[in-house]
C-alpha cells in the first residue's frame, strides 16, 4: 500500500490485483482508502496498481 497526503489527511491506500474472468484488462487492479473501506467505498480500478490508484484519487478529488 501507499500512504498520500491530502489536504493535512493521510490516505491509506491498499491496491489489490483482482483479474476478472473478462477480456477487459481495465479492471485487474483495484485501489481502496483502507482506513475507509466499507461497503460502499470509493474503488480506483486500473490495468496497472498505478492506474488504479490515480483513477481513485481522481474519485476522491470530486467527492470534495
Known sequence: GA???K??????I???YDPKPI???RFDWEAVDY???DYDSVTGFGSTKE???ADLMEQ???IE
Open 3 to 5: 500512504t498520500v497526503l
Open 51 to 53: 492506474e488504479a490508484i
Open 7 to 12: 489536504k493535512q489527511q493521510k490516505i491509506n
Open 23 to 25: 477480456p477487459i484488462r
Open 60 to 62: 476522491l478529488e470530486e
Open 35 to 37: 482506513d475507509t473501506l
Open 14 to 16: 491498499q491496491t489489490y
